[in-house]
């Protein structure tokens, strides 16, 4: 009981120690404001909201996430094939790789692929 009772003083006491040590080591002497404003997708927060946004930018990340959907659509399509008619199967991907296809096509004639005008 007594051996016990010294392991847990002990381990609180190395607890303490190094938990002050870190606090110690690592304060700041100069707090530099702009690390220690929040950052979000590259605006400053103390400046106006009213800023110009860049159009392009917002449509290269909307296309980004749209073929990370699509990714995620046509992976389980290869783990179906097992189980389907492969007429049925072939006729899906085709469909959906013709649509795909037809959206990149749209974007590129559109000019939304183009970064510099």
Known sequence: ????????????????????????????????????????????PNSSSRMPFSLQFFLIAVLFLIFDIEIVIILPMVITLKYSFIM?????????????????YHEWYNGVLEWAT
Do not use: Y
Request: with cysteine; aromatic share 8%.
């Open 1 to 44: 009981m007594n051996m016990l009772m010294i392991m847990m003083m002990m381990t609180m006491f190395i607890s303490m120690m190094l938990m002050m040590l870190c606090t110690i080591i690592s304060k700041k002497t100069i707090m530099d404001r702009e690390k220690m404003s929040p950052f979000e997708c590259g605006f400053d």
């Open 88 to 104: 049925t199967w072939s006729v899906t991907v085709m469909l959906f790789m013709l649509i795909l296809i037809m959206g990149l």
